[in-house]
Structures are given as C-alpha cells and as structure tokens.
C-alpha cells in the first residue's frame, strides 16, 4: 500500500540555516505529493504541492522537487526565520490508485532559534 | 467564507461514554476527512466520504468508531465505549479535489 516516510524531529536550527527535511514515499499509482505546515496553535494548511515527476512546488522561500527516481519529495529552505518554528508533514494522495485519501508522514518538528 | 469548523473544541468523557464529534465542512466541497492525531504523532487516517460513494473506513481503529454524512454536507464521527487510548485530537478537513485539504482547527478529546 501507499506510505510517507519522513525524517524524525525535532529539528533544531539556528535563523538564516539551510533546512532540509527529507521525506520519501512508496505508492502503487502516480500520486500527487504535498507538504502541509502546522504553526504552533494553528491547524494544518498546505504549504506546497506537486503532481507529477519532477514538478518543483514552491511557496514562502520552500521548495520541494517530485523525483520519481529517488521517490523522494524532500522540503528545502534557504534561510529559515524563527517564524518558521512548526510542524511539518510529507503526505500523498493517489487519485488513480486511492482517490481522494491522503497519507500523512509522522511529520517533524522544527524549532528556529534566534 | 467560512472555513471547516468543529465542535465541540474540547471534550472531557469519562471511560465507557459514548461522544459525538461534529464537523461543517466548507460549503461545496465534495470531499470529507476525518484523522486523529495523538500527542506527539502524525496524523492518522480514520475515513472519507467523498459525494455519493460509499465512505473509506479503512482507517477506523475499532468498530467502536462510526461517522456518518448527512446531505453531503455535516459529518458526525462517534466513539461508542470510549477508552483512555481515544484520547487525541480529532481534525476534520474537506475538499473540493484532491489538491488541497482544508483543515478544522480540531476537536481535542480526553477520556478520563
């Protein structure tokens, strides 16, 4: 079946580092990938997606490439903000294989420090 | 307009209540989700409903759980016995395609 697998956190860096936070996925069809974002006392919004191979989704400085060879879609910042301090969460949805179900990665937590 | 709401925000049951968790999905929006997430972990697929198809229930824990859709549009998902393991946060999101999910801001559950 169809799975999310990201790194643990929580992730500590201090402002202006390089994030990474890697995620891979396995799944039987030709999913869409996505990150959601979850700031401290917030819900979960979407932060960026992608549908096909090698797609780029960016949005607010994050980007994340969707490499069918590596089946990895992981998440990148240059130069994090202490505003970035979240939760992060990897998930894919495969419309031909599972139809609108999504599934979430355990997500990972990054603390920013200023 | 109005985003996903939920209610109640916060629910406090003793062990072996039956509680209701109700949520408004975003007007339109075929689709409808519900997840759990525990203290600490990532989000666990419970069911969808999307239109007129029969619910995924491939995610519900026990036969404890149940929700149902009424009208395509209010969910309500139910803990029949709840046990202090039912202890989470229970989100609600909808959706109009398989793009994007919109998110409640939560239902927080704690079984005593």
């Known amino acids: 079946g169809n799975s999310v697998t990201q790194m643990e956190g929580p992730v500590t860096l201090s402002e202006e580092a390089f994030l990474t936070i890697n995620c891979t996925y396995t799944a039987t069809g030709y999913p869409s990938l996505f990150w959601y974002v979850q700031y401290p006392g917030e819900g979960l919004q979407l932060l960026l997606k992608a549908t096909k191979a090698d797609d780029k989704g960016s949005n607010k400085g994050f980007e994340a490439t969707y490499r069918k060879e590596t089946t990895s879609f992981h998440l990148e910042k240059g130069s994090v903000q202490v505003s970035d301090s979240a939760v992060y969460f990897c998930?894919?949805?495969?419309?031909f294989g599972g139809g609108f179900k999504t599934i979430f990665g355990a997500g990972t937590r990054l603390f920013v420090k200023a | 307009g109005a985003g996903v709401s939920q209610s109640p925000s916060n629910k406090v049951t003793e062990k072996g209540k039956d509680v209701e968790l109700r949520c408004d999905p975003i007007?339109?929006?075929?689709?409808l989700y519900w997840y759990r997430q525990s203290l600490g972990q990532g989000l666990e697929f419970l069911i969808y409903?999307?239109?007129?198809?029969?619910?995924?229930k491939s995610g519900l824990p026990s036969d404890r759980f149940s929700a149902e859709r009424t009208g395509g549009s209010v969910s309500t998902l139910t803990i029949q016995r709840t046990q202090q393991e039912d202890s989470a946060v229970y989100l609600c999101?909808?959706?109009?395609?398989?793009?994007?999910?919109?998110f409640g801001p939560g239902t927080r559950l704690t079984v005593l």
């Open positions: 409903f999307q239109g007129n198809s029969a619910p995924d």
């Open positions: 007007s339109g929006h075929t689709a």
């Open positions: 998930a894919l949805s495969d419309p």
């Open positions: 999101a909808s959706s109009l395609d398989v793009n994007e999910q919109f």
